[in-house]
């Protein structure tokens, strides 16, 4: 281990440099305080050093000052060597920085003491700097593709947006989604998906700059960030990543595919967004009209659907692109009419018992679609599907004859198959297509063990693992017509209880973050610490068997 000496002293230095020798130290020696200070300041300056109090040049204590200012993330042990005792030198000397502090002439047993607890404190330094690093990437980086995720491009996008605004230079943003990619995966599995994914990432990697950002938003869904780019520029940029994206072929040695990707572009100086996620919104509108418009295009996005970009030049532009892209905007206001209107029926025939617990339900999908930084589109689609499930449990129940109910093993009334039941009524609205699939599914569980098909782990869709886990809270948090609701630390038992079999830990896991910093339930922190204990266990075991 490296370590460095200042004493201007002779006979005292070369006694110190012999004893460190002799304890296989690589000793760097300095006779002042400046030859010292220009040491320190080097690349591989060591983290153990011995510094006299009186040295010419600069004293040891306004060294320990300077070495405390620097922005050094491993850690320096300081030994202040002297013939000062005093209490207030002592003192003025830990105070300044040091770690310890020896007088002359010092004991040998003190002083391999003194740099035995220096080397543990330096090594401990570096256990946690490396743990905080791992940490700090974790939670920085998307582990499927490597690049930077979303919870990170907030952080970036309002840096990058207030430079932009400050300085009067312009920022751009491409969102990309590879297209049709719930048809890759359902054709060639979860894999194959994955592998595409992880390759699109590192063709996204080769054609960005060194000064852009790029994330992975979410899913399929990709953002490049380029900082003092104009709209011309980024339009260039994002038209050479829709070409290299039609050429390139993914191939497993199992299965080859290509995929060919829609890309929305927004500007600063373009669009004058007022907030930094309105540059993200603009280019999100862009990138419904490259897909409403077909896929496999780039669009810039126009405020007003009748407006487009086209060779640097603002044109109007009124034919079957601007019809598609308002009667996909009437589509998102009908769904929300057939829900509204599924619920005016359920009102005139229900009393309203399920209501709260509906509620409640589509409360913590929004919660629990926020932690996850879902696109609002996702966590709408769920909060549809949960209202879907609302009404139509109470309108099979309230209609059913008495041979399609059957008793639970709570004594409870239940309606036969009735994911089944949900889904083919659902059908009747053929734009319900994602709400289907998590009322569908929402009673797998995740060890396999549910029904209707039987799927496991990340088999069951997204929407319809976290419709279980909000649904139970709410069920049993509630009280009639589910009869007597539980205490507060009961349902957390019960959760970590069955996560890992019916529930998805992962999920489970992210709930109870959310549960403790939003106050729901009143739950004790013991509690929720021997619930976490439970939910760690379960992921741990999934993670070994999947391995």
């Not at 304890?23 to 690349?43: F, H, N, P, R, T």
């Not at 063709?203 to 899913?219: H, I, P, S």
């Not at 018992?353 to 966590?379: A, D």
Request: with cysteine; glycine share 6%.
């Amino acid at each position: 281990m490296k370590i460095l000496i200042a004493e201007d002293e002779n006979i005292s230095r070369r006694r110190l440099e012999k004893f460190l020798k002799d304890m296989d130290y690589e000793v760097i020696s300095c006779k002042d305080g400046l030859e010292a200070w220009e040491v320190i300041q080097s690349e591989n300056a060591p983290n153990l050093m011995i510094l006299d109090w009186m040295i010419p040049g600069m004293d040891g204590v306004e060294i320990c000052r300077k070495i405390r200012k620097l922005a050094k993330e491993s850690y320096t042990f300081i030994l202040l060597l002297t013939s000062k005792s005093k209490q207030e030198d002592i003192i003025k000397g830990i105070e300044a920085g040091a770690n310890e502090y020896i007088t002359k002439p010092f004991n040998q047993q003190e002083l391999i003491a003194r740099l035995r607890t220096g080397k543990h404190i330096i090594e401990l330094n570096k256990n946690l700097l490396y743990a905080r690093n791992v940490l700090r990437k974790k939670a920085i980086y998307d582990e499927l593709t490597g690049l930077h995720n979303r919870h990170y491009m907030v952080e970036i996008l309002e840096k990058e947006f207030s430079r932009a605004i400050r300085y009067q230079t312009d920022l751009s943003c491409l969102l990309l989604d590879i297209d049709y990619f719930k048809d890759l995966n359902d054709t060639f599995g979860h894999p194959f998906g994955d592998f595409v994914l992880h390759e699109f990432s590192g063709r996204m990697k080769q054609e960005a700059r060194e000064t852009d950002f790029l994330f992975r938003y979410g899913g399929e869904e990709f953002m490049l960030l380029l900082p003092n780019t104009g709209i011309d520029g980024t339009q260039n940029i994002a038209e050479r990543i829709h070409s290299a994206c039609e050429t390139r072929k993914y191939d497993d040695g199992t299965n080859s595919t290509t995929a060919t990707v829609s890309i929305g572009v927004s500007s600063v100086k373009l669009h004058q967004p007022s907030k930094s996620n309105e540059l993200i919104a603009f280019a999100d509108k862009a990138l419904y009209r490259a897909k409403a418009e077909g896929r496999n295009r780039v669009k810039v996005y126009m405020d007003g659907s009748s407006w487009q970009y086209v060779n640097g030049e603002i044109c109007e532009d009124k034919d079957i692109r601007y019809l598609k892209e308002n009667i996909s905007s009437i589509l998102e206001k009908t769904k929300k009419a057939a829900v509204e209107s599924l619920g005016l029926l359920v009102r005139e025939i229900d009393d309203s018992k399920y209501q709260k617990h509906n509620q409640q339900v589509k409360q913590y999908i929004k919660l629990i679609g926020e932690r996850l930084n879902l696109p609002p589109s996702i966590t709408d689609t769920f909060k549809r599907a949960a209202s879907l499930h609302y009404n139509f449990k109470t309108l099979l129940d309230k209609t059913l004859k008495s041979e399609n109910k059957a008793m639970n093993a709570n004594g409870k009334t239940e309606i036969k198959d009735h994911p089944y039941m949900m889904a083919e009524l659902t059908e009747l609205f053929d734009f319900f297509g994602n709400e289907r699939s998590v009322l569908l599914y929402h009673h797998e569980n995740f060890d396999g063990s549910g029904y209707s098909e039987g799927l496991k782990a990340n088999e069951i869709p997204l929407g319809a693992r976290l419709f279980a886990i909000v649904d139970a809270i709410a069920t049993m948090s509630s009280k009639k017509p589910f009869g007597k609701s539980l205490p507060a630390e009961k349902v957390i038992e019960e959760l970590a209880h069955n996560t890992g079999r019916q529930f998805d830990p992962m999920l489970v896991s992210l709930f109870f973050d959310i549960i403790e910093e939003k106050g729901l339930l009143n739950v004790p922190g013991e509690v929720l610490k021997k619930a976490r204990k439970s939910v760690r266990e379960a992921m741990a075991k999934v993670k070994s068997l999947s391995t």
